[in-house]
Every structure is written in structure tokens, then in C-alpha cells.
């Protein structure tokens, strides 16, 4: 739990300085479209103990989601499949899209 904290501050930094970079022709309205980025909310459903994210379609398994998380993804199915935000930050994999309900967008 605290190297997640860590990971995330960490991450929240590094994102903090990239903006201070930014070419002056860059106002504040560019950097925030370029942090915005399209996707689809999800809630997890049908699913009694966990829902496991995998590297790619029937890979090895990376991470869990619960009954009634909340994650965000790609919006576009791959398959049976939709590519996911795991629980740790920057994790990304892919999950069955059965287990999944679009809530809304991001």
C-alpha cells in the first residue's frame, strides 16, 4: 500500500514537471487536452470474488479488480476483450468484457 502511495506521488510529480516544460507557445488549454484522454468508465459486474486483468487476451494475470470497482479504458472491444486501467497506477491490461458495465464516459 505505501510503495503505491509512493508510485503515485512519484507519477503525480513527473507529470507536474513535464507541464512546467512545455514550449511557451503552450497555453494552459493545450496542456489540458493532452492530459485528457478518451476512454469509456466501466463498473465490474457478475463477478462473485475477482475479475482478473491480464497482460493481453488469455495471458498471464497482472492484477484484480472486485465486485463494484470502478476503472476506465479503451472503449473499442478486442474480441470477447476490453483493455483496462488496472488498481496500481500506470498498470494497464485487458479483461472480459462480460464482467464489464459502461457507466459512462471519460
Known amino acids: 500500500m505505501l510503495t503505491?502511495?509512493?508510485?503515485?506521488?512519484?507519477?503525480?510529480?513527473?507529470?507536474?514537471?513535464t507541464g512546467l516544460a512545455a514550449p511557451s507557445g503552450a497555453g494552459p488549454a493545450s496542456a489540458a487536452t493532452a492530459?485528457?484522454?478518451p476512454g469509456c468508465k466501466y463498473r465490474v459486474v457478475r463477478v462473485k470474488t475477482r475479475l482478473n486483468v491480464r497482460e493481453q487476451p488469455r495471458g498471464e494475470v497482472v492484477?484484480?479488480?472486485y465486485p463494484g470497482d470502478r476503472t476506465w479504458g479503451s472503449c473499442q472491444r478486442f474480441g470477447k476483450w476490453r483493455r483496462i486501467h488496472g488498481t496500481e497506477v500506470g498498470l494497464r491490461g485487458f479483461t472480459f468484457d462480460h464482467h464489464l458495465k459502461k457507466i459512462g464516459r471519460r
Do not use: H, N
Open 4 to 17: 503505491s502511495r509512493i508510485t503515485a506521488a512519484l507519477v503525480a510529480g513527473a507529470v507536474a514537471a
Open 63 to 65: 492484477d484484480k479488480l
Open 35 to 37: 492530459l485528457s484522454r
